[in-house]
DNA sequence: TAGGCCCTGGACAACGTTGTCAAGAGAATG
DNA sequence: CATTCTCTTGACAACGTTGTCCAGGGCCTA
């Protein structure tokens, strides 16, 4: 009675507890946690008596006071830059299978690119114990870790390199990706490309700007300065841009834009302008083959399972040096890319 | 150094403990929790030194004991059909800004669609005493829920009802959106107009054909068997039952598209076809503006948005009555839904 | 029938934190 | 100077679970 009291002001509402179970089968605490845990040694009769109880109360294991025990969370932390970019659904959605075949739980959070936000996330998650963690960094100093990675909390980079931590990454081939993107352009007859990216202290953002140097140099193009800007991806900022590109008496006769949002702006912008400029996106778009868009597409999906793979490796006690994954682009001709320059 | 020992084989690498840091820095265990939490009662001095100590162990509070002794654990659970679906990204991030907010993450999982993952998903975020649950049902069957709900933990159903459940909801007006839809295509001079929609086990496949048998009850028209196809929204399946529609002697002049993935296969097969057929899709698309498809839109994060205060609301203590919201759709014309029959 | 063994079940401590409470040191008051 | 009061500090229990270890009972064997 005093017992059922003393529950009913319980913080989880009132949540029954083990011992609460173990008092209404009639039997000791240790061997309801047996049940639960299905572990060997209980009779059938005994086993049923809690299985009875169990149902009668609604009694659920409190998972904190597990863990607290056990020291593993199954529960892995993904934090990347915005849930709502089209890139990052599916990314996340194939850590959380990946997550789901290890009976882990994902628990996610965005950064919105802001690296003081990454950090107080990452903390946060790691406050909470996670096995593991998935990053993609929004800043460039991840010093902030090594006492957590030392403490035995995996942790892989995605989509952009660790800062000054050595540490997995599984990346895309930016590089390469935007320097066959520019290649084509030129290859179609183009002399004149201009290149809209994303701020220059995103790593992917400086990688691709770096493949549209090589791929002119390349064709022996000199550039431009008027020809490159990089920014905020703002529809705002990115249409200013593309705008003064498409302006002034020489103006590019093709864009390469950075990321898929640049590139969905560019396709507004271009679709108003009379003359046609041709365009390469990286990454791929919903739709984008209705438009004639020609992109780098990566495989978010990919990255995301090859990322949750290399964790789950480093959880079941992988302990080679840090090991850097980069995954092919591939160029999707739709039209865009292949028209002749203005 | 007994201590040291054991920590080092500690399960958490070698964590350090608060016990660890008041050792260190020569004060009392509860000093330094009073340290970690800010709470006042000590002087500059110690807490200097606790300060230190906590830099010089890489001291990390571990939150699963803190969650025990606690209580809450300032996070909620989000469970929705397929993160990857550009639907569900906004709303996830919505939900994930509003907790952020409030100081709690955000733990989320993919059903797939499955009233079985459904429930497994909610039961492991319940046993983890998530303090509420955002829930996108897959099932339609909720009363594995009752226990937890009377436990304590707050729970908010989201774009379809619960079932068998009285609990808040937070719903788009699928109904009135879809009979504004049809009856835009009415009103352009259609008499014959298909729908092809989700799942009838699924609430807002339902609606949605609700909506658009009473726009054609409204204008007297009578809906013939082949006009309506319900099932799995996969491109072979939405494709095969586009294509039946637009076949035959008397083939429809219109189609309504039961949600976003609908509408991306229905454009592709739109565009193979000679004749001009007019669309209006349920849900907006990215880019939907330039290929000018007529839209009925709901706003993803403001359902989510809605959804997240409703249950933090709900977490402050408001304990009125179980409430349903309905969020109102807007019908966007781009020039799909007003082409004229063919 | 005695001895030993196996199998089931329970008592107890421990995980790392926070709430309660009381003790001790100074300061303020008479 | 004695007393009270305030302020800082630490000892201890409790949160709900799991691991360790031991006890008791039934069964088998000699």
Not at 30 to 51: A, F, H, I, L, Y
Not at 167 to 191: P, Q
Not at 274 to 303: H, K
């Amino acid at each position: 009675m005093a017992e059922t009291a003393r529950h009913s002001e319980s913080r989880y509402g009132n949540r029954p507890t083990m011992k609460d179970v173990a008092a209404r089968a009639g039997v000791g605490l240790k061997t309801v946690s047996r049940v639960v845990n299905s572990e060997p040694g209980v009779t059938p009769d005994t086993e049923r008596r809690v299985q009875e109880a169990i149902e009668a109360l609604g009694f659920r294991r409190n998972d904190s006071a597990r863990v607290l025990r056990k020291g593993r969370t199954a529960s892995i932390g993904l934090v990347l830059e915005d849930l709502a970019d089209p890139f990052y659904g599916p990314l996340s959605r194939a850590v959380e299978e990946v997550a789901r075949a290890h009976g882990a739980l994902l628990i996610n959070g965005s950064s919105a690119e802001d690296p003081e936000r990454e950090q107080e996330l990452v903390l946060a998650l790691c406050a909470r114990r996670v096995d593991g963690l998935i990053v993609i960094p929004a800043g460039d100093d991840h010093r902030y870790l090594e006492p957590e990675m030392k403490a035995g909390i995996a942790t892989v980079f995605v989509d952009r390199p660790a800062g000054r931590v050595d540490a997995d990454m599984v990346l895309s081939d930016s590089f390469g990706g935007a320097r066959a993107g520019v290649a084509h352009l030129v290859a179609h007859g183009h002399r004149r490309i201009g290149f809209i990216g994303d701020q220059p202290r995103i790593h992917t953002a400086t990688e691709r700007l770096r493949g549209y140097h090589a791929a002119l140099a390349d064709a022996g193009i000199e550039v431009e300065d008027s020809w490159v800007s990089l920014g905020p991806t703002d529809p705002a900022r990115v249409r200013a841009a593309a705008e003064a590109m498409l302006a002034g008496p020489e103006p590019v006769t093709a864009l390469f834009a950075g990321n898929n949002r640049v590139t969905v702006t560019a396709v507004r912008v271009l679709a108003e302008c009379e003359r046609r400029i041709a365009l390469v996106g990286f990454d791929d778009i919903e739709l984008a083959d209705l438009l004639g868009i020609t992109v780098i597409s990566q495989d978010a999906a990919a990255v995301g399972r090859t990322a949750a793979e290399h964790l789950f490796r480093r959880l079941d006690g992988a302990a080679h040096a840090p090991a850097r994954v980069e995954l092919p682009t591939r160029l999707i001709p739709r039209g865009s890319g292949e028209l002749p320059p203005a």
